[in-house]
């Protein structure tokens, strides 16, 4: 079993691809919740419309456009990434703005009525079926073990992780020295004090809606590319998938979202590849509620010290 | 104001619908899927279904009166079943050309059993759909997994005799259905089954799975299920290198399989119904699907046609009264498109012929000796 090494190499990446995807959209619940305390339950749309995004992008250039493969793919993550903002204000506008103030559940249930909506927005504007993404990024990377188990990272898969990455850098530099990143520490701090001392809070949640639907478009797009099918429902479990990584991690940090998206795309990969497949969601979840038990305010969360 | 238009509205739409059910015309239901992964199956029936109704009523329809389809979506979902199968109820039909997909039909059958509806799967194979209740009023123009299942794994064991095998399926009433016909056939064969695994439905990263495949290393990989899991299954299962044999039965069979896999679909092995549409005798009917624009391509097309055509003549021998239909579908022999179809006591085929297909690069499909 000269094999063992390699294959779990190989899931370890299958894991950390699986990972990453998480992760962007974990920052999406985290960041919202982290600033006004409420679980934005139509951020897994908002994926999937950066996803068809994406690939409505990708049919309007051409598949043989003749660009570079990098140009087509960066102006489909922008793109994506400027249609989703727009959608990340808007549903933040209409569904959650004039509910503030009210009580926690009200803009909860808004919300589920937003994912709603959404799904049928475009189950009606792209049709209710799936739809397929031509393989732009093929070819892999592959490192042979010995002469048995050839450890196979694919280019789509490796892309997935390296902007994930970048992004995450980014976000975390972004958060820690800009103007706009002290002013949304500051607000998840305290809101109302924020307000007092002058930052404009309606702008920093604005800005969070946006950022995190950026970052959920970006994922949309890369996992479109690598998958391969879209269809208006995948949002769903994506975000639930997501909001778990990021409860898991501490919801409201930052940091925990990234790791718990991680942790989450290592143990479904490695339950599927150790237990087996139709288990991978019990263990994961089972993982969760492990963890919620043990440390409730998750892997990275402060505990929440009551406002008054 | 605006109230009074409402219901001004409201008594125009209660006009309308009340003006229909008096309109002499013969209701078939078709609930089908027409949202969600399983969309191609519904428009596949509705298409023979629909052709075969057009033919009729052009011909002067059935004892002089139109047939009149009622198209119902049930988006493939149980749950959504139910009440598919009660808006059939409800609308006054008492056919119905019914349910694509075998987990809908389950708990459906349960309804046209109780209502006394005489309905026709052109697509539910699972054995599950008329072994549990035994339904009367309930048919099939479509074989039976346990007939797909040992066809399958005597194709396996006669023509590709592999030295080791792995299956997996989606967990659901069809996928796993079939798969665990198929390995029940292949164990009593003697084959080597060195994997059996289910997968999650709606999963977009198979990755772990096919990892784990590899270090198998299978000679050849049945999956039970339908095409929108096969087609990640394939094209991630190229992406990490693995060019082993794949197998499925007719639920993947499906041009968007082509759309996902991409070039992963070449050498995929699939069982399916005959291809009914090179039948001599189908001539007329192939003519039919062209005049009225429809495609006569799809595994469930034509045992759609089917399955109105046996409706239709037994209410030309019968009438509307639906107890005698469903007798009289018991206690005689039909000539239909899909072949001469007889019935067995609790509606089964008594006899479907299936065939093995490959699949090529471009995502075309032949049928193999």
Redesign the interface.
């Known amino acids: 079993m000269s094999d063992l090494l390699p294959q779990l190499i190989q899931q370890f990446f299958n894991g950390l691809s699986l990972g990453a995807i998480y992760a962007l959209i974990a920052i999406g619940y985290t960041m919202v919740y982290g600033i006004i305390g409420m679980i934005n339950f139509a951020h897994g749309e908002i994926y999937m419309i950066g996803a068809y995004a994406g690939l409505v992008t990708l049919s309007v250039i051409g598949v043989s456009s003749g660009l570079p493969l990098a140009l087509v793919i960066l102006i489909m993550l922008l793109v994506a990434a400027a249609i989703t903002a727009a959608y990340g204000y808007a549903v933040e506008k209409i569904a959650y703005a004039p509910l503030r103030g009210s009580p926690r559940l009200v803009p909860l249930i808004s919300a589920i009525g937003m994912s709603i909506f959404l799904q049928n927005w475009v189950a009606i504007g792209q049709g209710a079926r799936d739809m397929a993404v031509p393989a732009l990024v093929t070819g892999a990377v592959q490192i042979p073990f010995g002469d048995a188990f050839v450890v196979n990272a694919p280019y789509s898969r490796i892309m997935i992780i390296v902007v994930t990455v970048v992004l995450m850098v980014a976000l975390s530099f972004y958060i820690k020295y800009s103007r706009m990143g002290r002013a949304s520490r500051a607000c998840s701090q305290d809101l109302r004090m924020a307000n007092l001392l002058g930052i404009d809070t309606s702008r920093v949640i604005s800005f969070t809606f946006v950022i995190g639907a950026m970052l959920a478009a970006v994922g949309g797009v890369l996992i479109a590319l690598a998958i391969g099918k879209l269809n208006p429902y995948i949002g769903f479990l994506a975000g639930i998938k997501a909001f778990t990584a990021a409860v898991l991690g501490g919801i409201g940090s930052i940091p925990g979202a990234m790791l718990g998206g991680v942790l989450l795309g290592l143990a479904e990969t490695f339950a599927a590849a150790y237990i087996s497949s139709q288990y991978k969601d019990i263990v994961a979840f089972g993982l969760l509620v492990l963890i919620l038990l043990f440390r409730p305010t998750g892997l990275l969360g402060k505990p929440e010290v009551q406002k008054v | 104001m605006k109230v009074k238009a409402l219901l001004i509205h409201v008594s125009l739409a209660f006009g309308i619908t009340s003006g229909t059910a008096f309109a002499d015309t013969i209701k078939i239901g078709i609930p089908q899927p027409m ?3 399983a ?2 199956y519904g428009d596949q029936i509705q298409a023979g279904a629909l052709t075969a109704i057009d033919a009729i009523n052009a011909q002067g329809g059935v004892k002089g009166k139109q047939l009149e389809p009622l198209l119902i979506d049930d988006a493939c979902e149980p749950k959504q079943a139910v009440p598919a199968a009660n808006r059939v109820v409800n609308a006054g039909a008492k056919f119905a050309v019914a349910h694509a997909c075998s987990g809908t039909t389950v708990p459906a059958v349960n309804v046209y059993e109780q209502e006394g509806i005489v309905a026709i799967t052109p697509g539910a194979t699972s054995p599950l759909v008329t072994d549990t209740i035994k339904p009367h009023y309930f048919f099939r123009t479509i074989g039976r997994d346990d007939q797909q299942g040992p066809f399958a794994a005597k194709y396996i064991l006669e023509q590709l005799k592999p030295a080791s095998i792995a299956i997996l399926h989606d ?1 659901q009433t069809y996928g796993s259905g079939v798969a665990t016909q198929v390995r029940e056939a292949l164990s009593q064969g003697g084959a080597n089954i060195v994997m059996y ?4 439905v ?8 096919i ?2 495949l ?2 198998e290393n299978p000679d050849l990989i049945y999956f039970g299920g339908y095409h ?1 899991e096969l ?2 299954l394939l ?2 299962a190229r ?3 693995v060019n082993t044999q794949f197998m499925g039965p007719e639920g993947v069979a499906n041009q ?1 399989l082509v ?4 070039d992963a679909v070449e050498g995929l092995l699939v069982t399916l119904p005959a291809d009914f549409t090179k039948l001599e005798a189908n001539k007329q009917i192939i003519e039919n699907f062209n005049t009225y624009g429809r495609d006569p391509d799809g595994a469930f097309t034509i045992p759609a046609y089917a399955a109105v055509q046996i409706l239709t003549q037994s209410i030309e021998a019968v009438g509307e009264d639906a107890d005698a239909v469903a007798d009289y579908m018991h206690e005689n022999a039909f000539d239909t498109a899909i072949g001469k179809v007889e019935y067995d006591e609790k509606g089964d085929l008594k006899h479907f012929e299936f065939a093995v297909y490959q699949w090529d690069k471009s995502g075309e499909f032949a049928e193999l000796e």
Do not use: F, H, M
């Not at chain 2, 709606?202 to 799975?209: E, F, K, M, P």
């Not at chain 2, 759309?259 to 991409?262: L, N, P, Q, S, Y």
């Open positions: 949202t969600g992964p969309t191609q967990k695994e289910g997968i999650n709606g999963d977009s990263d198979y990755s772990a799975v990892t784990k590899r270090g929108a087609g990640l094209r991630q992406e990490q290198g968007d759309a996902i896999a991409g």
